[in-house]
């Protein structure tokens, strides 16, 4: 069973896996949930062994009871000392811009379009500045394609998980193999369309505090990162975003200062019993429902904004 994150990095991941060791059943927790339910444990129980990729999910070690646990990340973690394998070069104090780089040196798997969609898909314009760019720009000449068409392969990749598909998800492993008819699926084109608009629309009432941006939203959808990221990378602004749903709210900051570090707010939202995740560039949280904007308030005066 290969346990995967639900967007470019975690799909190209399963399917950079499958590759190496076969066809395998895969599965994604509910889309939203840095964390596996009791639906999700009780499903996952049956399967004596999980690979997890690119996901931190400190819950996962009540696996290790009923199964062999592998884990390949690049996420801020702790070690899962129960893991058969826990390979996460955050471990040993170094930074990969993806779970794709991460398989690719661990297994010594050829770097083709699957890892440089994980990198993409997860650095965005940043890719640009990594020692992964030469090989980045390979494949583009391999398939005779420019950046933009990564990124719209990423697009439609996150797009089925963004618009609540979890099954489709799944499919899109499958569909992440072949980068050409993935860029002519319809499907997917369809899914793109619908969640541009919703983005756009919500990006453009992000509200300037001065130093940073700040918007409240309310959208069914998942994709409070992405908003995010538009206002941070698009305007080249702090951005703060909460997005009140029914039963929580949710939390995304992110900043395109180099030297922003958002591991610190990660410690401190947990602190605060809330479960919250991310890298050094940005950081989600869930938290009650009617607590986004108090909480904002409080990571501003952290932060100094």
């Known amino acids: 069973m290969i346990l995967h994150h639900w967007d470019t990095d975690g799909i190209t991941s399963a399917a950079i896996y499958m590759d190496l060791f076969g066809e395998d059943e895969h599965y994604t927790p509910k889309i939203g949930n840095y964390y596996l339910d009791e639906e999700d444990m009780d499903y996952l129980r049956r399967f004596d062994s ?15 009871g009923n199964a062999e646990l592998k884990i390949y990340d690049h996420h801020r973690t702790e070690r899962i000392e129960c893991a058969a394998e826990h390979y996460n070069p955050y471990l040993w104090g170094k930074h990969y811009p993806s779970c794709t780089t991460v398989l690719s040196e661990r ?45 719209t392969a990423v697009a439609l990749l996150d797009s089925s998980y963004k618009l ?33 608009v919703e983005i756009h629309r919500w990006a453009q009432r992000a509200e300037s ?11 069914p959808y998942h994709i409070i990162s992405s908003v995010t990221r538009e206002i941070a990378w698009g305007m080249g602004k702090r951005a703060i975003v909460v997005n009140e749903k029914e039963d929580r ?14 591991i610190p707010l990660i410690e401190y939202a947990r602190e605060k019993g809330y479960r919250a995740g991310g890298k ?26």
């Open 164 to 196: 609540n598909k979890r099954f489709e998800v799944l499919e899109n492993v499958h569909r992440a193999k072949d980068l050409r008819s993935l860029l002519e699926d319809d499907t997917l084109r369809s899914n793109v369309e619908k969640i541009d």
């Open 249 to 262: 709210d949710e939390f995304y900051i992110r900043s395109p200062e180099k030297n922003f570090n958002a």
């Open 107 to 151: 297994f010594g798997y050829k770097f083709n379009h699957l890892v440089a969609l994980g990198i993409v898909g997860d650095m965005g314009p940043k890719a640009k500045e990594l020692k992964e760019w030469n090989l980045i720009e390979k494949v583009m000449e391999e398939y005779r394609i420019k950046w933009e068409d990564l990124e």
């Open 209 to 219: 505090m001065g130093s940073y941006y700040f918007l409240k939203m309310r959208t």
């Open 50 to 64: 999980i690979v997890i990729l690119d996901m931190n999910l400190p819950d996962s070690k009540e696996l290790c």
């Open 280 to 305: 050094r560039e940005v950081m989600g949280a869930v938290l009650p429902k009617g607590k986004g904007e108090e909480f904002s308030m409080e990571i501003v005066k952290i932060l100094g904004w």
